[in-house]
């Protein structure tokens, strides 16, 4: 392929590689013409240098380029690193969203040379004649998990090295669950697969334990995430201006998780109370929901469970009407204190 397909829809945890070898994934639903925000993942070794940032010791090889990865993706640091690198040396990656009127890292679609839907490569994957060990695995595991939670090969995907036939047998099994609906059945199944005995759950903090989202198959790490199906975004591009106010801390209940496990996960909230002075609000003012940027706050509360967040407070206005409401984001690449943890 010599660039992004025509009729590539960039959804979340697509993964895309460029004309200078960089390997990036999709970030979230909405995108500029012609442009897609994404987070850099992987780093070509001829670039290494230019990368103040703590690397993993380990490498991975995508054709005949080394690569390198950060050892914490999700940073405010490190965005901003790889942000002030990207504006000094590659400027096509950097674009100033006017909707939130700051940088972002955005690939063009001219610089993309190579797109990787985890939905088509586990399709290409059905088809391999000769696997190996992981790739037998990661369909053995898969099979496992539709078997039991009947939800149809065909919404489910393949991510992470698997995806890009650049593992090792120290990589693990990365699964994408297509819809919202789908991936609460899947969650089910997997619990009640643990319940059994066939796998364990593997928790390395409480957000691990809150999301139930990664586990043991056999000897091998497995993760399952979600991603929206088409019909399931509702919003684009350019529909609204984003103005952030100020930090807030506070503790909500959740009251609609139905879009909590996407990323940016979204969740519906109610009785916010102000755990600070400076987030005491005038009731026009309190928040609906808490959106996180941050991966890992996907899918960490249900419904009726209070959660502590602290994160930016964010008027959000209609372009086409001017109305507003309140939300509070939290991974804005400004703080490292930005957070949401189960009560």
Not at 64 to 89: G, I, M, P
Not at 121 to 126: A, I, K, N
Not at 281 to 286: D, G, Q, T, W
Request: glycine content about 6%; aromatic content about 14%.
């Amino acid at each position: 392929m010599t660039a992004a397909p025509k009729n590539w829809l960039p959804m979340d945890g697509d993964t895309f590689a460029t004309s200078e070898g960089f390997i990036l994934n999709v970030f979230g639903y909405e995108h500029p013409e012609k442009r897609v925000f994404a987070f850099l993942k992987y780093i070509p070794s001829r670039f290494k240098e230019l990368f103040n940032v703590r690397f993993l010791g380990r490498t991975w090889r995508y054709g005949r380029t080394e690569l390198f990865r950060a050892e914490k993706l999700y940073t405010a640091k490190n965005y901003q690193t790889f942000l002030e690198v990207f504006r000094a040396h590659f400027p096509d990656y950097v674009y100033h969203c006017p909707f939130r009127r700051k940088d972002v890292i955005s690939a063009p679609w001219a610089r993309i040379k190579r797109v990787y839907v985890p939905r088509e490569r586990l399709q290409r994957l059905l088809r391999v004649k000769r696997l190996d060990k992981l790739q037998k695995m990661t369909l053995d595991f898969l099979d496992l998990v539709s078997g039991a939670s009947k939800v149809a090969l065909e919404d489910f995907g393949v991510h992470g090295s698997v995806a890009l036939n650049m593992h090792s047998q120290k990589s693990d099994i990365d699964i994408v669950v297509y819809g919202g609906r789908n991936f609460r059945i899947v969650e089910n199944a997997i619990h009640k697969l643990v319940e059994e005995g066939t796998l364990s759950y593997v928790f390395n903090n409480r957000l691990d334990a809150a999301r139930r989202f990664r586990g043991r198959y056999h000897e091998r790490i497995f993760m399952y995430n979600a991603v929206r199906k088409p019909e399931e975004v509702t919003t684009k591009y350019g529909k609204y201006y984003y103005t952030p106010i100020a930090p807030v801390k506070f503790q909500c209940k959740v009251k609609d998780d139905s879009e909590a496990m996407f990323r940016p996960a979204i969740y519906k909230i109610e009785e916010y109370t102000s755990l600070n002075q400076n987030s005491r609000l005038p009731k026009e003012m309190v928040p609906s929901a808490v959106v996180s940027m941050i991966g890992c706050y996907r899918n960490i509360a249900r419904n009726g469970q209070k959660i502590e967040v602290s994160g930016v407070l964010e008027r959000v206005e209609k372009v086409d009407s001017g109305e507003t409401f309140y939300q509070v984001v939290v991974g804005t690449a400004g703080s490292e204190e930005e957070y949401i943890w189960p009560v």
